[in-house]
């Protein structure tokens, strides 16, 4: 079975620039999350989303979006880009189930210049 | 406010001996915890986690967690550690929420795992 696929795996953008990241979850899993990982602030939660519909949202500003598809495949935006969003961002997918771990997608690795 | 701390930045150990990873937590309600581990440039990887019953967890490559209600406690531990061990290790507590089919994970600051040979 196909792990958590993202892409791009790395990314480099400059400031006031928009960027897209996508990730593909694993086959049968309808629950999609995002996370930002920095140096300073460790992993951060971004968003939460099943069988479309945005969950859960993390303390970030508006210029971080998200959506899935029907496929249950997802996309983060995020736009006007600043040095500060240079980071990690991971995807993981689970089942619709609390007690099941998530699955981690390799990231991609966003650069800001 | 919910929140995971592991209170060592670095832990190091020589291979062959044991080795504990520290993680303490403080939420509402009755946790879900984890374990994930970083290898460089890669995602991260499951562990193990406890849920519920036994207190004591097995997990993936040999790991092993207690859980411990009365300190909040949720210690990543291996009786034989091996250098291919060293890396970055997250503890992490799903908190489940209002209209969220799971509940975000909350993740601990990472520790360091140094294996020296």
């Known amino acids: 079975k196909a792990g958590v696929t993202q892409t791009p795996r790395y990314l480099i953008k400059t400031r006031g620039q928009q960027v897209t990241l996508s990730c593909s979850p694993i086959s049968g899993h309808r629950s999609v999350s995002w996370y930002q990982q920095t140096p300073g602030q460790g992993l951060q939660f971004l968003f939460e989303?099943?069988?479309?519909?945005?969950?859960n949202k993390g303390n970030f500003p508006g210029r971080f979006s998200g959506r899935q598809f029907s496929n249950s495949r997802s996309e983060m935006n995020v736009s006007t880009l600043e040095l500060g969003d240079s980071a990690l961002y991971l995807c993981?997918?689970?089942?619709?189930?609390?007690?099941?771990?998530?699955?981690f997608g390799q990231g991609t690795r966003l650069t800001v210049v | 406010a919910q929140s995971v701390a592991q209170p060592e930045d670095q832990v190091n150990v020589a291979e062959g001996n044991p080795l504990t990873v520290k993680c303490t937590y403080s939420?509402?309600?009755?946790?879900?915890l984890f374990w994930y581990v970083q290898y460089p440039n890669r995602g991260l990887q499951f562990l193990l986690k406890y849920i519920t019953g036994d207190n004591l967890v097995k997990g993936s490559y040999g790991f092993e967690a207690e859980f411990n209600k009365s300190q909040t406690s949720f210690h990543l531990k291996k009786p034989s550690a091996l250098v291919s061990d060293s890396a970055l290790y997250f503890c992490a507590v799903r908190v489940p929420s209002r209209g969220s089919t799971l509940g975000r994970l909350y993740f601990g600051r990472g520790t360091q795992l140094t294996v020296w040979p």
């Open positions: 993981a997918s689970s089942l619709e189930d609390r007690n099941t771990e998530a699955f």
């Open positions: 989303y099943f069988s479309e519909t945005q969950r």
């Open positions: 939420v509402s309600g009755n946790p879900y």
